[in-house]
């Protein structure tokens, strides 16, 4: 298996643009979640599926920012319109539904936002 | 709440130890142990779920103490490939078995020749 693919990894775009970050999960794995990265919050969750459903939707800053699952082997971020305070690093993960196994994470999507 | 990990950064020469801490308010289900490089994805580590127990992985071992809400990963006789930032991720007892993890600031560690 590649792993988890995200697309794509570098974007720079306009304040006010839309911006649409794409991952596929490892197959197989049914927990999909959107994590940003920055040197002041560090890691945190945005959001994760279980099965293509959102379960849990509180990280998600604003509501510029959402999220779809449409099947079981892609989801989308989109964040609409885009300030330049989103610039981060966005990375995908993917996992089993149960707690005790670990997440693959992609390779990120470094968004700037100028 | 986000776990709080202590030290924020350490310098060290190869073949010494480190310790980092990782310290909730919450009760914990689990304890995920990942390291990420510059420019790189975070990659898994390791897991603890019970209390007290203590996994190893090469010369990096971890404990957690469920009771204390607390897990420390211990680095021995460290090597130039340990350099990175470490993070624990916690899953409560509140959504355990979701997966769901919150990251903790991270440590940066660096060791040098």
């Known amino acids: 298996d590649a792993g988890v693919i995200q697309s794509p990894r570098h974007e720079v775009t306009e304040m006010g643009q839309e911006v649409t970050l794409r991952c596929k999960p490892i197959s197989g794995h049914n927990s999909l979640f959107w994590y940003r990265q920055t040197m002041m919050r560090g890691l945190e969750l945005l959001i994760y599926f279980n099965n293509n459903v959102p379960i849990d939707d509180s990280g998600m800053p604003e509501d510029r920012f959402s999220a779809k699952m449409p099947n079981a082997s892609f989801s989308t971020l989109k964040i609409q319109p885009s300030e330049p305070r989103d610039s981060a690093v966005y990375f995908c993960?993917?996992?089993?539904?149960?707690?005790?196994?670990?997440?693959?994470f992609g390779q990120g999507t470094r968004l700037t936002v100028v | 709440q986000q776990p709080v990990q202590s030290p924020q950064a350490v310098i060290l020469r190869e073949g010494e130890d480190a310790v980092i801490n990782c310290s909730s308010s919450?009760?914990?289900?689990?304890v995920h142990w990942y390291r990420q490089k510059h420019g790189e994805a975070p990659v898994f580590l390791m897991i603890?779920?019970?209390?007290?127990e203590q996994k190893g992985h090469d010369k990096i071992s971890a404990s957690f103490n469920e009771k204390k809400q607390q897990s420390s990963l211990y680095l021995t006789a460290s090597q130039l490939s340990y350099s990175g930032t470490y993070f624990c991720g916690t899953e409560g007892r509140s959504s355990s078995n979701t997966g769901k993890l919150i990251f903790g600031q991270g440590t940066t560690l660096q060791v040098k020749p």
């Open positions: 603890l779920l019970k209390g007290g």
């Open positions: 993960a993917s996992s089993f539904p149960q707690g005790n196994t670990e997440a693959f």
């Open positions: 919450k009760a914990l289900y689990s």
